[in-house]
T-cell receptor
Framework: GENVEQHPSTLSVQEGDSAVIKCTYS??????FPWYKQELGKGPQLIID?????GEKKDQRIAVTLNKTAKHFSLHITETQPEDSAVYFC??????????FGTGTSLTVIP | GAVVSQHPSWVICKSGTSVKIECRSL??????MFWYRQFPKQSLMLMAT?????????EQGVEKDKFLINHASLTLSTLTVTSAHPEDSSFYIC??????????FGPGTRLTVT
């Protein structure tokens, strides 16, 4: 099956700086890669996703890049704000199959 | 759009009793719903996949007789934890999909078994 690795496990940045979280996957058949933000005591919230036919996608301060050859994808958050502090999970999925999640990154934005 | 609700948001029950958790897709029909369990500071662990009108598919190691899943309609799936024990205490999260790639998570249910 698919194996998704996520790094780093914890990340602290100063407010206004950028944050980058990286994930790798093992199954070349995976074709959908979402990122979720989870605040304490809440369910994960989809913040951005990318499909295998696209290399990059951006939504305001958030962007995701995908390198299919290397089987890795990254989340980029620019101009970080304290409200960006949360746990972020990446995931990989092949159409019709289950989602495989990374182990999560705890992001802390220091005011 | 794509809102998923869960009820209750938290529940405390005594050991040996059963607890039912509901997962509803509020503004779309969910052909597939997933149930996850999450331990503190850990990732989501898939328990089972349910499709409307058919039996749930359980992941290896998940007791289907203990965690009963019923996907009665395209907007409702329920998870019943039978004969709950303290080790069943956890955060249970459902998610639902519309048939495409995306899945949307509910807010989670915190179960505490005393």
């Amino acid at each position: 099956g698919e194996n998704v690795e996520q790094h780093p496990s914890t990340l602290s940045v100063q407010e206004g700086d950028s944050a980058v979280i990286k994930c790798t996957y093992s199954d070349s058949a995976s074709n959908y890669f979402p990122w979720y933000k989870q605040e304490l005591g809440k369910g994960p919230q989809l913040i951005i996703d990318i499909r295998s036919n696209v290399g990059e996608k951006k939504d305001q301060r958030i962007a995701v890049t995908l390198n299919k050859t290397a089987k890795h994808f990254s989340l980029h958050i620019t101009e970080t704000q304290p409200e960006d502090s949360a746990v972020y999970f990446c995931a990989a999925r092949q159409t019709g199959n289950q989602f495989y999640f990374g182990t999560g990154t705890s992001l802390t934005v220091i005011p | 759009g794509a809102v998923v609700s869960q009820h209750p948001s938290w529940v405390i029950c005594k050991s040996g009793t059963s607890v039912k958790i509901e997962c509803r897709s509020l503004d779309f029909q969910a052909t597939t719903m997933f149930w996850y369990r999450q331990f503190p500071k850990q990732s989501l662990m898939l328990m089972a996949t349910s499709n409307e009108g058919s039996k749930a598919t359980y992941e290896q190691g998940v007791e289907k007789d203990k965690f009963l899943i019923n996907h009665a309609s395209l907007t409702l799936s329920t998870l019943t934890v039978t004969s709950a024990h303290p080790e069943d205490s956890s955060f249970y999260i459902c998610s639902a999909g519309q048939g495409g790639s995306e899945q949307y998570f509910g807010p989670g249910t915190r179960l505490t078994v005393t």
